[in-house]
């Protein structure tokens, strides 16, 4: 699925801001169980955010500006987003992917046309970048031979599946097997708060669970945009005493270096707001800025590079 209309529709939805019923509560029974991460965009909060409006020339560039033209172009303009649920297992890459996008009209079969058209023409018109088919009513897309499979659940929802996924996707859409979230990734996905801007959660590989990280076995977290940016993460171990050691452990790290930060501009509101605990077996750990100190510490950045 190398840049086609899944993964440009995604970029759309994370650079360019980018039965299910459309919205993302119901979204996320759609990811199977064998992913070993699931999140969720909340595409208007996103983009009506003060951190999206200050960046957005930055955001809407290169392969996501390509896929917001045409998809503006073609009745599906930004602000008809709302939502983009996505589930994954990095082992497998593109082949094990789900995206399910909710847009005001981007299932009807004339816009997918269009949107198709129109990246087709974007790539010097050599070969279509997906194909579309109709059955029954049902609107499928096929990518890159069969690569990925997509479907139109209705005008305003699409899912689409990695070659590895399309058997199992398909089941959930039509009721039956089980989801990530009632399944493998259940407990972790209830320490998210999936009610913010941007949620995640899933299992931390092995080679990601070293340094500070070292014990850890999953992690959840959300970015909440609404004023400035909050961060929050909860990253689970395997005992309330292990995570009660490597909240210890990481507070001294913090202590040690918050001298530093600070004298590398980082705003002290930001030091200060960092919060590090144990709860149970996991240790949550959340910071913030506002959108003031946001902008401030952009420009120290950019002026020294």
């Known amino acids: 699925m190398k840049r086609t209309f899944a993964t440009t529709t995604f970029a759309v939805a994370l650079l360019g801001v980018s039965a299910c019923k459309g919205g993302a509560a119901d979204a996320v029974k759609l990811v199977p169980d064998a992913a070993t991460g699931i999140g969720g965009i909340d595409v208007k909060a996103l983009t009506s955010s003060q951190i999206y409006t200050d960046n957005k020339a ?19 303009p930004l602000e008809n987003w709302k939502n983009v649920t996505f589930g994954f297992d990095p082992s497998g890459g593109d082949s094990k992917l789900v995206l399910i996008m909710n847009a005001d009209g981007i299932g009807k079969k004339d816009n997918l046309e269009c949107i198709k058209g129109k990246m087709k023409e974007a790539k010097g018109g050599d070969s279509d970048p997906f194909t579309i088919a ?5 609107v499928t897309i096929e990518i890159d031979g069969g690569e990925a499979t997509g479907w139109a659940l209705d ?13 199992a996707v398909k089941d959930l859409i039509d009721g039956k097997g089980k989801s990530a979230v009632d399944g493998s990734l259940k407990d972790v996905v209830a320490r998210a708060d999936t009610g913010k801007t941007i949620w995640f959660a899933g299992k931390l590989p092995a080679d990601m669970a070293q ?46 270096m918050k001298g530093m930060a600070t ?6 509101g930001v030091v200060d707001s960092v ?11 959340a910071a913030s800025i506002s959108n003031e100190d946001a902008k401030k510490l952009q420009e120290t950045v950019m002026s020294k590079m």
């Open 58 to 76: 930055l955001r809407e560039q290169g392969e996501a500006k390509e896929g917001l033209e045409a998809a503006k172009a073609c009745n599906v």
């Open 134 to 138: 109709e059955a029954d009513g049902k």
């Open 155 to 167: 005008d305003n929802t699409v899912v689409v599946a990695g070659k590895d996924w399309t058997a």
């Open 211 to 256: 340094g500070p990280a070292a014990g850890a076995k999953d992690v959840a977290g959300s970015i909440d945009l609404s004023g400035g940016v909050a961060v929050a993460a909860s990253v689970g171990f395997g005992s309330a005493d292990e995570a009660s050691n490597k909240a210890s452990e990481l507070q001294k790290q913090f202590d040690e």
């Open 263 to 268: 004298g590398m501009g980082v705003p002290q």
């Open 275 to 285: 919060k590090i605990e144990a709860k149970d077996a996991a240790v949550n750990v």
